[in-house]
């Protein structure tokens, strides 16, 4: 079955274009489908029955912790993606998930950040040591809503200040621009012209524009890391990552009057429902206003 879906997974890279991040993710998804059924003795494709994909989705609730229902349906999207692309490519006769549907996802509202409280994440960010790293990329996170993947795949060459753009690489692979203010602008030059130079003296032709002490490209898991200590010394009581400053972003765009569209265009969404989950308000905002412009408050 390994054979399948290496052929899955180069189909998807070539012709479907998708990002490394979701290759990824389907590969491990299939290596973890692929094992469940080898413990059932199910080798070939041929060979499996939705009870097979029902069972492997039943088993991961029962992990502890157990899977998210996001986890979960992007596992069967794996697996029907999978037996989708066999079934066309006449590699089997039928396909055990034609019938399976996608658990319906209840939309969460995103946590966000206040203006206070990510003025209180900055500024638990000392100059000292990396520091102008550090802000420059919190800046960027939040000033540009990029995603953190976006935010580690950037390059010298991706920041315009001339123009005041960033250029970033996406989902899918897709391009966008983005405007880079004031505040983020400069955190980046004072990194670019005050740290980075000692960072990358044994690597001077990396063209990386965030790097650790090595002078090697920054990790994800490291910009984690980094924002959950600066979270912690500035006091702030929820559980943040680098989406949430995403999260913020986009929710501050709106609670200020911007577009949706224009938003959405920011954030790089292909589906306009997908940003509208922004457009939610805080609780003492909604009951102002209802005090403010009910008839019996």
């Known amino acids: 079955m390994q054979q399948q879906i290496d052929e899955y997974l180069t189909y998807l890279r070539l012709e479907r274009g998708l990002s490394r991040a979701t290759h990824e993710g389907y590969r491990c998804d299939l290596r973890q489908f692929r094992q469940f059924l080898a413990g059932r003795n199910t080798a070939a494709p041929s060979q499996v029955r939705a009870t097979d994909v029902r069972d492997f989705l039943d088993a991961l609730r029962t992990l ?5 229902a996001p986890t979960l349906a992007r596992k069967l999207a794996a697996i029907k993606g999978l037996f989708k692309f066999l079934e066309g490519q006449r590699m089997i ?11 319906r996802l209840w939309r ?3 946590t966000t950040l206040s203006v ?3 003025e209180q994440l900055l500024e638990a960010i000392s100059p000292e040591r990396l520091g102008l790293r550090d802000r420059a990329m919190l800046e960027l996170l939040y000033g540009c809503g990029l995603r953190v993947s976006e935010l580690v795949n950037l390059n010298i060459d991706s920041c315009h200040f001339d123009v005041g753009f960033v250029r970033c690489v996406g989902k899918g692979n897709k391009e966008r621009i983005v405007p880079l203010g004031r505040a983020a602008s400069d955190a980046l030059r004072r990194y ?15 063209t990386s524009l965030f790097v650790n002490r090595r002078g090697t490209r920054l990790t994800r898991q490291r910009v984690w890391q980094l924002l959950r200590r600066y979270a912690q010394a500035g006091a702030i009581a929820k559980v943040i990552g680098p989406h949430t400053l995403r999260h913020s972003f986009a929710t501050h765009l709106l609670e200020r009057g911007a577009d949706l569209r224009v938003v959405q265009e920011l ?28 008839p019996r408050p």
């Open 64 to 68: 502890s912790p157990p899977c998210t």
């Open 93 to 103: 006769e039928r396909n055990p998930t034609a019938f399976l549907q996608t658990p």
């Open 108 to 110: 969460q509202i995103p």
């Open 116 to 118: 206070s409280e990510i």
């Open 192 to 206: 670019l012209d005050a740290q980075r130079p000692t960072l990358t003296a044994r690597h001077p032709l990396v």
């Open 267 to 294: 954030l790089g969404h292909a589906n306009i429902s997908t940003t509208q989950r922004y457009t939610h308000v805080d609780r003492a905002r909604l009951k102002s206003i209802h005090q403010r412009f009910h």
